[in-house]
């Protein structure tokens, strides 16, 4: 707080700028400008760069950022537009190749059941993107809603202890059911239903420890001098959580969207390989690896090197957005 007996003027001003401006002070006006003045890149130069342009510096100073968003845009064009323009069907069949290798009318090869193995993959690439995408976008959502609302009403006395512990109890519950066993379960049910249950039925055993990770962050939040200021002025609880302490765990959120978007996809492969996933009439990279040939490698190696390279150039990505929003990394240097 300003002390009323230290007020100073408009000629107290005049004389500090004096003092302090090298081109006004004969002392000042002979020194190099690197002892006189910050540097150019020193944190006077950075002032007007927003968040958002030095997080996006951060990014891209990572090579694994740029090697990941080239790899996941070149598929993801490659899914969008390669089956429009591919001269065959994921479920024509060419009996007179079956099980023969690369050629130029095969780029990956046909199976033994006459199917080709590009068309395939690149039309099992598609619903695995989606499959992949919504899952995580959903659990990030589920685990949203829980976490936080567990973490805010954790102190709200005893029936906040109770709703918190209800949340906490229904955390522990879905974490130690069988996930894979009730998906098994639920799969003939949904065989002749859009593939897009998949989404749900994912994301609803997917939220458990990102809810528990988002409770602890609001726990620590709700502790904070801003979000007790918003409680004791009456605040709306969803709009204390929505202003105040989503925006101070969106990093964290988005990394671990990000990051969710290649599990998703594994799970969903890994379902479609052992027949619990994607069925006929569509197909997924798990269809595609399904029908293997261990004799044939290229029945499986590429839709294996595709799936390898989605996985691989989202967790490149995941990984340099975290270094990038976490200001102790050294990428965090501008």
């Given at each position: ?51 958002g ?45 079956a ?10 090869g ?22 992949g ?45 069988p996930?894979l ?16 249950w ?11 420890l990102t809810?528990?990770v ?22 709306n609880?969803?709009?204390t ?18 990051l969710?978007?290649?599990a ?40 294996a090197?595709v ?28």
């Amino acid at each position: 707080m300003t002390n009323p007996s230290d007020m100073r003027g408009t000629d107290d001003a005049a004389a500090l700028q004096v003092e302090t401006d090298h081109r006004a002070n004969s002392v000042l006006e002979g020194m190099p400008p690197s002892e006189a003045e910050p540097p150019e890149g020193d944190v006077r130069s950075l002032e007007s760069i927003g968040r958002g342009e030095l997080l996006r510096r951060r990014f891209l100073r990572n090579p694994g950022a740029l090697i990941g968003m080239v790899v996941v845009l070149l598929l993801i064009l490659g899914a969008i537009f390669a089956p429009m323009a591919y001269q065959y069907e994921p479920f024509e069949r060419d009996l007179r190749n079956a099980l023969t290798g690369p050629s130029q009318y095969h780029w990956f090869g046909v199976d033994e059941n006459g199917y080709d193995i590009f068309a395939r993959t690149m039309v099992g690439l598609r619903i695995s993107l989606v499959i992949g995408a919504g899952t995580a976008l959903l659990t990030t959502v589920l685990a949203l809603i829980v976490g936080t609302v567990a973490g805010y009403v954790s102190y709200k006395g005893r029936w906040g202890a109770f709703v918190d512990g209800a949340l906490v109890n229904l955390i522990n519950l879905f974490l130690v059911i069988p996930s894979l066993l009730l998906l098994m379960l639920f799969s003939p049910v949904l065989q002749q239903a859009s593939w897009l249950w998949l989404i749900p039925l994912l994301a609803v055993f997917s939220w458990m420890l990102t809810a528990r990770v988002l409770r602890a962050m609001t726990q620590q939040l709700v502790r904070t001098e801003y979000v007790e200021a918003s409680r004791f002025m009456g605040v709306n609880p969803v709009t204390t959580i929505v202003r105040h302490i989503i925006p101070n765990i969106a990093s964290w959120i988005i990394i671990d969207t990000t990051l969710g978007v290649s599990a998703a996809i594994l799970g969903e492969t890994g379902l479609s390989f052992i027949g619990f996933g994607i069925q006929y009439p569509n197909v997924s990279l798990g269809t595609v690896l399904q029908a293997y040939n261990i004799a044939a490698p290229w029945t499986w190696i590429p839709p294996a090197m595709v799936l390898a390279a989605l996985v691989i150039s989202v967790n490149l990505m995941g990984e340099a957005l975290r270094d990038a929003l976490d200001p102790t990394s050294g990428s965090s240097r501008v």
